[in-house]
């Protein structure tokens, strides 16, 4: 029988561990004596991976025993109703995640069992920081179906996590265009509280709201021209060919220094041209086999948008093939939230290939890498789609 300890070890670092380790894991978490912080923070990122213990930690959720946040964050991974009532109760004690990289997590639920019990986080006076912003990310990952919330997130335009609040009403879309003649203002700078980073966050949204894209096209293109190319890219990607005007400048910026510049640009390209030649080649050079999970390099939103484009991109193939078949996780970034970034990046890789499709060397399904002493024989498949 696995300690703890070492069970733990080897759900942190293999993507694929014995199933007895996770049956450790939650059976420790489940225990209501154990009060291990890394066993908690495992199971709150596990997702599918233990959704054969799912009953038993339905029971110690109900019986309060363990950690009712770890526990509702695991069943809510897994898509299970029987979170939403510990998640409504950790709101109205504003005992909300303070992550906001767990808000993917709750997005798998139904928007209208939560939506309340989040509009009432954000009416507290004054705004809870970590509250806010896990919020904030819900409601952007909901889109429309956080519509309702509108009145609450036009409030928030006024604090200082209003470039937040600007992407959920431009994810919100059309429902949120009461807002529009603010968001001009925050596009043009006439906001007291616009900062260097809004006016394009905002002219964006207000293209969602109201289906004009001529302040996003003015404000975005302005940006991509000026020396700060990288922060008006996504906008006018999402533009596409509306931003046409703007193709040869973004052609330029894929010869930038910076990596993510590259990326930003080789994708806004595609997207404004249609011609996936010249973005190919620097999205895949961005594609280091080795990526540890920094963030300072731009691997996984290279390989997104790889898949985006589909096909055309079929040289990359074989080398994320050889990425997904590794067996261990990332190695960032720290354990709170390791297992929710490997499982994007696995996500990410997976749907790459299967938008991709089958190519000259192979099917597109990678191969489950050879086994090796305790590590499990098995898939997992993908979740929804990242939100933009």
Not at 11 to 40: K, L
Not at 158 to 185: C, F, K, N, S
Not at 187 to 208: E, I, M, N, S, V
């Amino acid at each position: 029988m696995r300690t703890l300890g070492s069970a733990v070890k080897a759900v942190f670092r293999y993507r694929r561990p014995d199933p007895e380790c996770w049956e450790v894991v939650v059976a420790a978490v489940c225990d209501g004596t154990c009060h291990s912080w890394d066993a908690n923070k495992a199971v709150a990122q596990a997702g599918s991976a233990i959704s054969a213990h799912a009953d038993r930690m339905a029971e110690a959720l109900d019986k309060r025993l363990g950690s009712v946040e770890e526990l509702a964050l695991a069943l809510a991974g897994m898509g299970d109703a029987r979170a939403l009532p510990a998640l409504r109760r950790l709101g109205e004690e504003n005992h909300l995640p303070s992550d906001r990289a767990h808000a993917r997590t709750l997005a798998g639920l139904p928007a209208a069992e939560l939506l309340p019990t989040m509009r009432t986080v954000l009416r507290q006076e004054p705004p809870p920081y970590h509250a806010s912003t896990f919020t904030l990310e819900l409601l952007a990952s909901w889109g429309p179906a956080a519509a309702p919330a509108v009145p609450e997130v036009v409030r928030y335009l006024e604090t200082p996590y209003a470039y937040d609040a600007l992407r959920v009403l431009g994810r919100i879309g059309p429902a949120a265009a009461v807002a529009a003649d603010r968001l001009a203002d925050f596009a043009t700078g006439r906001a007291g509280l616009a900062g260097r980073h809004h006016p394009r966050r905002a002219a964006w949204a207000h293209w969602k709201v109201t289906g004009d894209p001529a302040l996003a096209l003015d404000v975005c293109g302005a940006a991509v021209g000026s020396g700060t190319g990288s922060h008006g890219l996504p906008f006018l990607a999402d533009l596409g060919p509306l931003a046409a005007q703007y193709a040869d400048t973004v052609r330029g910026l894929m010869d930038s220094p910076g990596g993510w510049t590259r990326v930003a640009a080789a994708h806004a390209h595609w997207r404004i041209t249609g011609d996936p030649e010249p973005a190919v080649p620097v999205l895949l050079a961005a594609v280091d086999p080795d990526w540890t999970g920094n963030p300072a390099l731009p691997t996984r939103e290279a390989v997104r948008r790889l898949g985006e484009i589909g096909a055309p991109a079929a040289a990359a193939a074989p080398l994320l093939r050889r990425i997904l078949a590794s067996g261990e996780r990332l190695g960032h970034p720290f354990e709170s939230r390791r297992i929710l970034a490997d499982e994007t990046y696995v996500r990410t890789l997976t749907e790459a290939l299967e938008r991709i499709g089958p190519s000259a060397d192979g099917p597109v399904r990678a191969p489950v890498p050879s086994a090796r002493r305790g590590l499990l024989r098995r898939w997992r498949g993908p979740h929804a789609a990242r939100p933009h």
